[in-house]
């Protein structure tokens, strides 16, 4: 370690390589290098990458932390198959100050932060020196930068996935040129710096300064995309777990709000269950988790350094359904250890390799290991219905796809290869065995570790372990697109029971989709009543259906049912029908009193399924739920069934039935929450469903009564989050403005509370509230990702949707600038939440925009993809408002 030495920020090495001075760019809005498919083959068939030395130097010159810029200077050590070849290493700096190859200037005058830098004349062995000016970004991408409003302490963290290391350090920024990381990083001497490997010395300046380097141990093999850096004064907490050091963490000001035990817990049984089924122990040393602000997703799974999204961070009371998708997240990530970070996929094609089988395994653990037994129920609930709704886009995929850029995999960390590919698993351990299935993925780990695959590597694993051929399977269940309909084909004889049964399977039949038929493993329940009232399966069949109709000859004789529930238990993966008799009964009181929570979800998923299919009525599906809802047990159905019968109510609801069913929606959920049990979860529920639905005068004064003290509900705490949404409910109904947002916002100076703030400015509802937010939102390249997406919620009105007629046309005019100025993670998130389906853009004219805009094929594909999902839920919405018109 004696030959590291800590770098200045600013302060050159040497002579700048080239011809090049320091040149200003926007880090929010820089396009990176797109990395096609077929340059990533071969340059990995040119190289191999043995080592990278990462000095970072996060300090300005008086030794505090850096704002702009950081000096970043990378050692690369690598093979090449055909000396004399060139290649490329990619990078987004600013300023260099030396760039070698085996120990020769590069020549990097004509640099472009999209291009990289070219590498001439490779030796069989090399050694790339790169020292750079590289930027802090606001956008969640490469090294965000974060300042706590609270302390004004400054937090970096992390987010490189896909192709985002090339903005900490230069590198060959693709999934299957592994190598080990050698990282020293130069910091305030009061920050916590935490990376991949294990701390392994930390060294006071010797000038005086108070800034030290912390040193850290070199990394196993692994992805440019898994490696990770977060800095900052953090709290820490730490345990041990099965000779694992555990760490938590999460900025200073949040440190009472951190329930640190629960963490844990959770991190210690998904050990203990990955161990045991996976036959491969933990790779990667001890095992941090962040929580970092303003993370775009939920969490990453960086090797020994995950990162999570702060929200799960509770800072006011939250339902047990949030701490049940906490664990889901700590558990995916912890997967990823294994799958991704271990054994890596090849190029993108194969990225479902890393997250279906994350998912799949998050809710395997936790349905078995912690104490949310009933996770699949969830995933059921909200998961399958986010991955049936993108099959049915014009722009589905198969699970496993052809990506031809970096550009294009961005727009797939989406519905299909996330839940439709862990429902696919699921399926396949219903058809080869569990025992089966987990023999093939030791297999799978022993032969691949710190390597990469592809679905070929797999299905030999699994072949071999389950004694079934799956090349088949493999080919409709996982290259094939599109999600098949399965719906029952009954006759009675007259004594009312089955004379024939059948399970017809109908495949998309659009132009997007492949049309295809595929084998299902499924349960078929019979669902009667029982002499207390209770709707209870008295017979269960497990079967195997293919082809267009398979007979179920085991069901020939049995007595017609209240409910015929195909898919039961949820083995595969499909949208399911009902017949007319078990509609009826559903209808008629029998959702409220099935026994259980799985299927009660199918049945209600099922309901929403045939609304946004239009084939029941909008307000069909809201009587369902003002049924049955108030009695629904399962705390995450209740949260989503509220949550449908309001998009069902904005999007897919004859409007002029629409107005008064509001009001009579925001009244049940006051009545529920009235009646539930003090201080429940329930009783939480149902008071944010009235504050997402409130617009009558007795319902805004019941509000402002919680707000003021004047009303109170037994067990009801009105802590932070909470008056904040009341506030926005206030605001969004003329109830409340600025001076009221301006008095919560200096009670709440936090981050979140700065967001809470944007999100009720944006929803005053007043034309110039709307222009000032979407000239924010669309205007400011330095606004951070995080405040953009809170003036998103508030710009879009559920309730006032004349306010925002003119922004449709507005739209189409500007999103191909979106596109182009900002970076494509946030251009993506920008587009789908702007696309026009809120109420009023429920039109022709919105498709006929769309359209247009679609002729125009010179346009980015991942654009062009997310514009055609626009357009798709538009039209959707169209047919469903048809038929509730017509229900009338």
């Not at 037994?373 to 399958?384: L, V």
Request: overall charge negative.
């Amino acid at each position: 370690m004696s030959s590291v030495r800590p770098l200045s920020s600013g302060q050159p090495s040497g002579e700048p390589a080239g011809d090049i001075d320091t040149y200003r760019i926007d880090a929010n809005t820089v396009r990176v290098p797109n990395l096609t498919r077929e340059d990533a083959r071969h340059r990995a068939r040119l190289l191999r990458v043995e080592s990278y030395d990462v000095l970072l130097d996060l300090t300005d010159a008086s030794g505090g932390p850096s704002e702009r810029t950081f000096r970043s200077r990378t050692t690369i050590r690598f093979t090449a198959a055909i000396p004399g070849a060139s290649t490329f290493l990619d990078v987004v700096a600013e300023r260099f100050h030396e760039v070698s190859l085996n120990g020769q200037p590069v020549d990097v005058s004509g640099y472009e932060p999209a291009d990289g830098i070219v590498l001439p004349d490779l030796a069989e062995h090399n050694v790339a020196v790169v020292d750079a000016d590289l930027l802090y970004t606001t956008n969640g991408q490469g090294l965000h930068r974060f300042v706590d409003p609270i302390d004004n302490e400054v937090y970096l963290y992390s987010q490189f996935e896909t192709t985002d290391a090339k903005r900490m350090y230069a590198c060959f920024d693709q999934p299957d040129l592994k190598a080990s990381f050698t990282l020293h990083v130069t910091a305030p001497a009061h920050w916590k710096v935490v990376s991949n490997g294990a701390v392994t010395a930390v060294k006071d300046a010797e000038d005086g300064r108070q800034m030290r380097t912390t040193h850290f141990a070199t990394t196993p093999r692994m992805s440019t995309y898994i490696t990770a850096l977060v800095a900052g004064p953090f709290f820490q907490a730490t345990d041990h777990h099965d000779g694992i050091d555990l760490g938590l963490y999460c900025r200073n000001s949040l440190a009472e709000h951190f329930d640190t035990d629960e963490l844990f817990t959770i991190t210690k049984q998904g050990f203990d269950w990955y161990h045991r089924h996976f036959g491969y122990r933990y790779a990667f040393g001890k095992y941090d988790q962040l929580c970092v602000p303003e993370f775009n997703s939920g969490a990453m799974e960086n090797a020994g350094c995950v990162t999570m999204s702060e929200d799960y961070v509770f800072t006011s009371r939250v339902t047990d359904e949030r701490r049940e998708r906490r664990a889901t997240t700590v558990l995916h990530e912890m997967a990823h250890m294994w799958f991704g970070d271990l054994v890596t996929m090849r190029w993108f094609d194969d990225l479902w390799l890393n997250e279906s089988f994350a998912e799949w395994a998050a809710n395997m653990a936790q349905s078995e290991a912690t104490k949310w037994p009933g996770i699949w129920t969830t995933f059921a609930n909200t998961e399958k219905t986010w991955a049936y709704r993108q099959d049915q886009f014009p722009s589905t995929h198969p699970i496993a796809c052809e990506i031809e850029d970096a550009e294009a995999v961005e727009v797939n960390f989406d519905g299909i290869t996330y839940a439709k590919g862990a429902s696919v698993l699921k399926q396949l351990v219903a058809y080869v065995g569990l025992p089966q299935f987990l023999a093939g993925i030791r297999q799978y780990f022993a032969e691949h570790a710190y390597s990469n695959t592809t679905l070929g590597d797999l299905l030999a694993t699994l072949n071999a372990t389950s004694g079934r051929e799956l090349s088949d399977w493999a080919k409709v269940w996982l290259e094939t697109s599109g999600i098949s309909t399965l719906s029952p084909e009954l006759e009675l004889d007259s004594e009312g029971r089955f004379s024939s049964f059948a399970v017809c399977q109908d495949a998309p039949r659009d132009t997007s989709s492949d049309n295809t038929v595929r084998p299902h493993r499924l349960a078929i329940g019979l669902y009667s009543y029982d002499d207390a009232g209770a709707l209870v399966r008295v017979h269960r069949a497990e079967v195997d259906v293919d082809g267009e109709r398979t007979p179920i000859a085991e069901l020939v004789g049995q007595q017609r049912p209240d409910l015929v529930l195909l898919n039961d238990d949820d083995l595969t993966y499909c949208k399911l029908r009902l017949d007319p008799h078990s509609l009826h009964t559903l209808r008629h009181g029998g959702l409220a009193a099935l026994q259980d929570s799985l299927a009660r979800t199918l049945c209600w998923s099922a309901a929403w399924e045939m609304v946004r299919d239009a084939q029941l009525a909008a307000r069909h599906y809201i009587a369902l739920v003002t049924d049955a809802a108030g009695s629904e047990s399962t705390i995450s159905v209740v949260q989503s069934v509220t949550k449908y019968a309001l998009q069902a109510l904005e999007m897919y609801a004859d409007q002029d039935w629409a107005q008064a069913a509001r009001v009579r929606f925001a009244d049940l959920a006051l009545a529920n929450a009235r009646a539930a049990v003090p201080g429940s979860d329930h009783q939480l529920a149902w008071v944010h469903a009235l504050l997402n639905s409130a617009g009558t005068e007795e319902q805004l004064d019941f509000a402002a009564g919680l707000l003021s003290g004047e009303q109170q509900l037994e067990g009801l705490a009105v802590d932070t989050d909470l008056r904040w949404l009341i506030l926005r409910s206030l605001v969004a109904n003329g109830r409340a403005g600025e001076a009221e947002i301006a008095d919560a916002a200096a009670a709440d100076p936090s981050a979140a509370g700065a967001r809470h703030a944007a999100t009720a400015r944006a929803r005053i509802p007043t034309a110039e509230a709307k222009a000032a937010a979407w000239t924010l939102m669309v205007d400011n390249s330095e606004l951070s990702t995080a405040m953009r997406r809170a003036v998103m919620e508030g710009f879009r009105d559920r309730w006032r949707p004349e306010l925002l007629t003119s922004y449709t046309t507005r739209f189409f005019k500007e999103a191909d600038g979106l596109w182009d100025r900002l970076s494509t993670e946030t251009a993506k998130f920008m587009v789908i939440g702007l696309f026009p389906n809120w109420s009023s853009a429920i039109d022709s004219e919105t498709l006929r925009l769309a359209d247009e805009f679609l002729a125009d094929t010179s346009r980015p594909a991942a654009l062009q993809r997310l514009i055609s999902e626009g357009r798709s839920e538009v039209a959707r919405a169209v047919a469903a408002r048809a038929v509730d018109t017509a229900a009338g």
